[in-house]
């Protein structure tokens, strides 16, 4: 069976298992990899190991933070803090792909998850199936990403009308991970507090989450591409809300960005640090267990808001 760092991306169904989950401890998912007829170039068809250790993640602190016996374990500000999920937490997942870490805080007993992609389906037909009324899926774009695929959309159907003998570029396709471009935004584009709008519009009480979680959203993109995704995590976030990204070395081409990506969120009003996955403490204690495949080559990235406007 062919595997990447444990995860098999072919199969067409996976399945996390965590004993903190209820209805029997596990996730299903539906995945369209490399040998289906409906796989999509980019990442949001397949799985990606990044998403299973942030899953074990927030499984574990949320069964710490459920035993603590603390007087503010409840508090789902005080829970986001530790990575837990608490009965009146509300979570947004940037960048989901399959859905699945937005289907463990929904499964952990969140008030509230949203699902977000450029691209839903993969993660509707996984909530669908897991149908859990505590959890949407909702389309979001990062920061101008949306007029730079229609750009693209464009060029890519003039080129096979014929109107262009030049073969089309990776820019000019509908590959997820479209490259950054140098053309300048047109007047009008909207910023990155107009991009979430309607998300948080739809959380409730129309209020900032006390989570943002994503995984594997920074991997071998550019200055811009980065910027625009802190750019549009800064506006999602309040004072207190806390924001986890996993990380994973994928060689050289990755600390490049993950550089990037550290100064987009200074730039965005954002501050954090990053822990090796192999070092997190849960209520102070070193995780049990054996863990995932390669676990050593990840990073948990946590952050939080510092300035209401981003530094000039």
């Known amino acids: ?95 989901a792909g399959l ?71 990776c820019d000019e396709s509908n590959d997820e991970s479209e490259p950054e471009s140098d053309d300048e935004e047109p007047a009008g584009t909207p910023d990155a507090n107009e991009t979430v709008k309607q998300l948080l519009k739809s959380l409730p009480d129309g209020e900032n989450p006390h989570m943002v979680i994503a995984s594997d959203v920074c991997y071998s993109q550019g200055r811009r591409e980065m910027q625009m995704l802190a750019d549009t995590i800064g506006a999602l976030c309040g004072d207190d809300t806390i924001i986890y990204v996993m990380f994973e070395d994928r060689g050289d081409c990755c600390w490049g960005t993950l550089q990037h990506f550290w100064q987009a969120t200074s730039a965005a009003g954002l501050e954090g640090d990053p822990t090796p996955v192999e070092d997190i403490l849960i209520a102070g204690k070193a995780r049990e267990g054996e863990g995932r495949s390669n676990d050593s080559e990840r990073l948990l990235l946590k952050l939080r808001r510092v300035r209401e406007t981003p530094r000039e």
């Open 1 to 95: 069976m062919f595997k990447i760092h444990g995860v098999d991306q072919r199969s067409s169904e996976l399945v996390f298992t965590h004993p903190a989950l209820d209805d029997g401890g596990h996730i299903t998912l539906r995945q369209d990899g490399s040998n289906s007829e409906d796989f999509v170039p980019g990442t949001s068809t397949v799985i990606w190991p990044c998403a299973y250790s942030l899953g074990d993640f927030l499984c574990d602190a949320t069964v710490a933070n459920r035993e603590s016996g603390d007087a503010q374990r409840d508090d789902p500000s005080y829970a986001a803090n530790l990575g837990a999920v608490t009965p009146s937490s509300v979570v947004v997942e940037i960048g």
């Open 99 to 169: 859905g699945l870490a937005g289907l463990v805080a929904a499964r952990l007993g969140a008030k509230k998850v949203s699902i977000t992609d450029a691209t839903t389906q993969a993660a509707r037909r996984n909530l669908d199936t897991a149908g859990l009324g505590n959890c949407t899926v909702d389309e979001l774009w990062w920061q101008r990403a949306t007029w730079r695929r229609e750009r693209g959309k464009a060029k890519a159907a003039k080129a096979k009308e014929g109107h262009s003998n030049a073969p089309a570029t």
